[in-house]
């Protein structure tokens, strides 16, 4: 078998889908795409791929380690989201070829069932605690929010008071056991993410996000030492090399590599295989397609340090169009007391709906990330 020939469909609301195509007759699908840099990743993938065109796709790792190492210059979120999906669609053909989920390919599940959780409050977080109790009332057993708006290096101790009274309002509205994930989205320093991790203590927060930017990691220690809630980090981080400092150090409880972004399926079943190791837990980083999530729970189920998993639908990105719409059988993910059946079909388990994505792929998008100032006319982490 050989690969014959790929195609690329930038899709709305913000997504890049991949369909790499054999001389037999199968196909795989991949999601590389970093968000707000499509067209980057777009022309990454077609780089790529002049290695590809002749390759066996069932060699998997040799063909990862071609475009890791072949390039010379490696890694970053451009590199790594191309890797990514590309391999996801390898993944998705080697499943298709023996007619088994690519879980099983990886050593077979070792659960059935994946908890989810969903997002509230937007960019700017607001009408948090309705918001969670319609995700409560729909099944979900657990939400993330935004923690804050624009936040300088020091900044007003109202802000953090207006955090803490939205993390307590929701809290109280939806009860001691339902899940509150706080997001600080890299937006605070030192100073401020401190003294808010602190302050979050006594809600028993499932964990506190990314409370400085990766490239700060060696401030989770200081912000460990300031509180008991579980620290989360590593969508922004795009390899096992970059993990492997962060888990030596044994500050971090949760990390969350982004199964579109970390070299896909294959690097990612290595970066969660060493965080079990340091007794760290996995939830990954997922706000994109059905693809990337798919491929996402395909992992999840082989991984026994697999705690949660995030999921895209009704996030506040998808307007227009949102995560069942390319697919076939959108029951696939249908979420039950806050969980979803690991997909069962051959490959990602996902049938896409190809003849939508080709009419959607005719609108395209150019969704790019907000830009945000402080009051001073500064640029602010969004």
């Known amino acids: 078998m050989k690969i014959t020939r790929f195609e690329t469909f930038i899709v709305p609301p913000r997504w890049l889908f991949l369909k790499i195509e054999t001389d037999e007759g199968i196909s795989g699908w991949g999601e590389p795409v970093v968000e707000g840099k499509a067209h980057t990743v777009q022309a990454a993938v077609e780089e790529l791929m002049d290695y590809l065109i002749g390759q066996d796709p069932q060699r998997i790792e040799d063909l990862w380690q071609l475009m890791y190492r072949g390039g010379f210059y490696r890694g970053g979120a451009i590199l790594m989201s191309a890797i990514a999906g590309i391999d996801q669609a390898l993944w998705d053909i080697k499943g298709k070829i023996y007619n088994a989920p690519v879980y099983q390919l990886l050593g077979g599940a070792c659960r059935n069932t994946m908890r989810v959780y969903s997002w509230v409050g937007g960019d700017r977080p607001i009408d948090v605690v309705q918001a969670a109790l319609e995700k409560k009332a729909a ?5 993330k929010m935004n923690a804050s708006e624009e936040m300088q290096f020091i900044d007003t101790h109202d802000k953090i008071y207006a955090i803490v009274e939205r993390v307590a309002a929701i809290r109280e509205a939806c009860g001691p056991e339902f899940g509150i994930a706080v997001d600080f989205h890299g937006r605070l320093h030192k100073p401020m993410a401190r003294g808010l991790a602190r302050e979050l203590d006594p809600y028993r927060l499932m964990f506190i996000e990314e ?3 990766p490239e700060n990691n060696e401030v989770l220690r200081e912000i460990a030492h300031h509180t008991s809630t579980p620290i989360a980090t590593g969508e922004r981080m795009y390899s096992r ?3 492997k400092n962060l888990l030596k150090d044994g500050v971090v409880d949760i990390i969350q590599p982004d199964l579109s972004h970390a070299g896909g399926i294959t690097e990612c079943k290595k970066i969660f295989a060493m965080a079990e190791a340091f007794d760290v837990a996995v939830a990954p980083h ?9 491929a996402c729970l395909q992992v999840d189920a082989t991984s026994y340090n697999a705690v949660i998993q995030e999921q895209s639908l009704g996030i ?13 059988d959108p029951a696939v993910f249908a979420y039950s007391d806050g969980h979803v059946h690991i997909p069962s079909g051959p490959g990602l388990g996902i049938t896409v709906n190809e003849e939508y994505v080709r009419k959607m792929a005719e609108a395209g998008h150019r969704w790019r990330n907000p830009v945000w100032r402080h009051r001073d006319g500064s640029i602010a982490e969004w």
């Open 139 to 143: 099944g979900f057993t657990a939400i």
């Open 286 to 294: 997922c706000p994109l397609g059905p693809i990337a999530l798919a």
């Open 316 to 328: 506040h990105y998808n307007q227009g169009n949102d995560l069942l719409d390319y697919i076939t």
């Open 241 to 243: 090399w970059e993990f």
């Open 211 to 213: 409370p400085v930017l």
